[in-house]
């Protein structure tokens, strides 16, 4: 089981680190680079991936706001919290926004939104977005590879390599479900704060 869990990893691990840094993707990113740790993946790889899904992430999200303002689906995405003060700190600092949108656990969709609402340059945010999302993936990549150093040297070479892929699953999961549960916690914040 374990093998065959490997093998899969080695094959699409790279396509899900991409696919989960389309969305939030901090833990995709940090799974990569402790696969990377583990040498199913090559670091740079890892990184590059990660740049790559998290600029076409946040450029989809610009596109939809820019082009479907209208549309249902943007048109609820504007009523979730948060999407005010984003929009609001967008016109006010826009550099700065799309700079640092993607650090901000949950914001990330609402901030692609409210940049394609706003009046930025569409050259502008590109080029702010893939600055911001490459320093993003070096940062989060390295920190998953640090973090296979560390649990490494925690849990020693006693584990097989799988056993410590599984490890990895296991706490890359729980990583998400905790940042899931920070965001929803101050999503009903917002919300509350807003009503």
């Given at each position: 089981m374990s093998d065959a869990i490997?093998?899969?990893i080695e094959q699409y691990g790279l396509i899900a680190v991409f696919l989960?840094?389309?969305a939030e993707g901090e833990s995709a990113a940090i799974l990569g680079g402790f696969f990377a740790h583990q040498h199913i993946f090559i670091l740079?790889?890892?990184?590059?991936?990660a740049a790559l899904g998290a600029f076409a992430g946040d450029?989809?999200?610009f596109i939809l706001g820019r082009s479907f303002a209208d549309h249902r689906y943007v048109v609820g995405l504007r009523k979730r919290p948060g999407f005010r003060r984003a929009y609001r700190l967008l016109n006010t600092h826009p550099n700065i926004f799309v700079l640092s949108n993607r650090y901000v656990y949950g914001m990330r969709l609402v901030g692609g939104i409210a940049a394609g609402l706003s009046n930025i340059a569409a050259p502008r945010f590109i080029v702010l977005n893939a600055i911001s999302s490459a320093v993003w993936a070096v940062l989060f990549s390295t920190i998953g590879y640090v973090f296979g150093l560390g649990a490494e040297h925690f849990i020693?070479?006693?584990l097989l390599r799988h056993e410590r892929i599984l490890v990895g699953l296991a706490i890359g999961l729980a990583v998400a479900v905790?940042?899931?549960l920070i965001a929803r916690h101050f999503a009903r914040k917002e919300r509350a704060r807003e009503n």
């Amino acid at each position: 089981m374990s093998d065959a869990i490997h093998h899969f990893i080695e094959q699409y691990g790279l396509i899900a680190v991409f696919l989960g840094c389309v969305a939030e993707g901090e833990s995709a990113a940090i799974l990569g680079g402790f696969f990377a740790h583990q040498h199913i993946f090559i670091l740079w790889q890892t990184v590059v991936v990660a740049a790559l899904g998290a600029f076409a992430g946040d450029t989809c999200f610009f596109i939809l706001g820019r082009s479907f303002a209208d549309h249902r689906y943007v048109v609820g995405l504007r009523k979730r919290p948060g999407f005010r003060r984003a929009y609001r700190l967008l016109n006010t600092h826009p550099n700065i926004f799309v700079l640092s949108n993607r650090y901000v656990y949950g914001m990330r969709l609402v901030g692609g939104i409210a940049a394609g609402l706003s009046n930025i340059a569409a050259p502008r945010f590109i080029v702010l977005n893939a600055i911001s999302s490459a320093v993003w993936a070096v940062l989060f990549s390295t920190i998953g590879y640090v973090f296979g150093l560390g649990a490494e040297h925690f849990i020693g070479q006693a584990l097989l390599r799988h056993e410590r892929i599984l490890v990895g699953l296991a706490i890359g999961l729980a990583v998400a479900v905790f940042a899931w549960l920070i965001a929803r916690h101050f999503a009903r914040k917002e919300r509350a704060r807003e009503n």
